[in-house]
């Protein structure tokens, strides 16, 4: 017999609701931001600089450029990767609306193609058959974390001269074949959003496959100046040339304070989004009417987010009011993504309808997103279970 679920008249699992995220800060960050405010410098500068060369050392990768956003940093990478008015640039409906924006900014049209069932990632054969001879660009995106099958799509973008840039928002700490996500495309863009596993509030880092690609979006993402500010005070000058027409796109010595400790803590946050993980995995693997997220042979899952799809032909509940009955037991779930291509701007500007990209689709009408973060007590972790697993035996066919 199954207890009659809180949003049907019985106790919720929690009485003080368990947030989607909440960030892991403490004292050594607010030290850290402390004596950058006693520096007098909390602009870009030598703590932007400090956390490049941190950031360069664990990605493996020479070339880094922090910046004030992922969206910007894609922005930049479609810049000065040659992106613009006229391309194609073929990507997934499954991500975040910034993902396609970026492309539209530039003048360019976003080609979305479906997704992989199992990874919910780009699927390289659809993407392969997309392109035309206005496409220039593959924009994917490791979705929840999970590394893409580069090896595929790296492949095609060779044999059709395309540029590869990767939207790594939800994939620092992630690997692919023993080699960091950052160290594949011909650019790779991080975000440090409150949210993700490493944070500097808001913030961005583009890795690029060689130095005249980082300076480019050095130099774009401060005005398109050939020295910020801080290069400028450290050379005893006040002339500046502007090269191009930039943006403002740089991070702070505030934020850069949070992120290096971040860095240093990164390893022990990982470590306990995988046990909760583990959790999850051994205690839903008893509920048929869920669809788990797997780790993909071969890469390592940064684990930013914990997906499972709702088996909607097992239960008597629609992915809604299933993220509504999770609430009223005190367990705030989210949803990743609605489909971009069926948004109303991508449909009344680029004529996408439902079902172009059937597999997105069907995915997004079953995705619910689970709380995943370090700062999840043991306790957390296992009223999640409880809530989840007491929904979905109250709703089974």
């Known amino acids: 017999?199954?207890?009659?679920?809180?949003?049907?008249?019985?106790?919720?699992?929690?009485?003080?609701?368990?947030?989607?995220?909440?960030?892991?800060?403490?004292?050594?960050?607010?030290?850290?931001?402390?004596?950058?405010l006693r520096s007098g410098w909390i602009t870009a500068g030598p703590r932007v600089a400090q956390f490049e060369r941190a950031l360069a050392t664990s990605l493996r990768c020479r070339h880094v450029v922090a910046v004030s956003s992922c969206t910007a940093g894609l922005t930049l990478a479609l810049d000065a990767l040659g992106i613009g008015r006229g391309d194609e640039v073929i990507t997934t409906p499954l991500t975040f609306v910034a993902t396609a924006n970026v492309i539209v900014h530039r003048g360019a049209r976003p080609r979305f193609v479906d997704v992989d069932p199992m990874t919910l990632n780009l699927d390289p054969a659809a993407g392969a058959r997309a392109i035309t001879r206005k496409t220039r660009a593959i924009l994917p995106v490791h979705v929840g974390g999970q590394p893409c099958d580069l090896a595929s799509l790296l492949a095609i973008a060779r044999r059709r001269q395309l540029v590869v840039i990767e939207d790594a928002a939800h994939a620092f700490g992630a690997r692919y074949r023993g080699r960091p996500i950052g160290t594949w495309g011909d650019a790779t863009v991080f975000s440090f959003h409150a949210v993700k596993n490493l944070t500097t509030a808001e913030g961005g880092l583009v890795a690029t496959r060689t130095q005249a690609s980082a300076e480019r979006i050095r130099r774009l993402a401060f005005h398109g100046m050939d020295h910020d500010a801080w290069h400028r005070v450290r050379r005893r000058g006040w002339r500046y040339v502007v090269r191009e027409a930039g943006y403002k796109a740089n991070l702070t010595d505030l934020q850069a304070a949070i992120g290096l400790v971040q860095l240093r803590r990164f390893a022990g946050f990982q470590r306990r989004r995988r046990r909760i993980v583990a959790a999850y995995q051994e205690a839903f693997a008893s509920c048929p009417e869920l669809i788990l997220p797997r780790e993909a042979p071969g890469t390592r899952h940064a684990w930013h987010l914990y997906l499972v799809q709702l088996r909607l032909e097992r239960v008597r509940i629609t992915r809604d009011t299933f993220l509504r009955s999770l609430a009223a037991e005190g367990i705030l779930g989210n949803l990743h993504y609605l489909p971009v291509h069926l948004q109303p701007f991508y449909r009344r500007t680029f004529g996408y309808r439902p079902g172009s990209c059937p597999v997105a689709e069907r995915a997004a009408h079953r995705l619910v997103t689970l709380p995943l973060y370090p700062a999840m007590t043991d306790q957390d972790v296992a009223d999640?279970?409880?809530?989840?697993?007491?929904?979905?035996?109250?709703?089974?066919r």
Do not use: S
Not at 386 to 392: L, R
């Open 1 to 36: 017999m199954t207890t009659r679920p809180a949003f049907a008249g019985g106790r919720p699992v929690r009485r003080a609701p368990l947030p989607f995220h909440r960030p892991l800060l403490g004292a050594r960050e607010a030290e850290a931001v402390g004596r950058v």
């Open 384 to 396: 999640v279970v409880e809530a989840v697993t007491k929904v979905v035996r109250y709703y089974a």
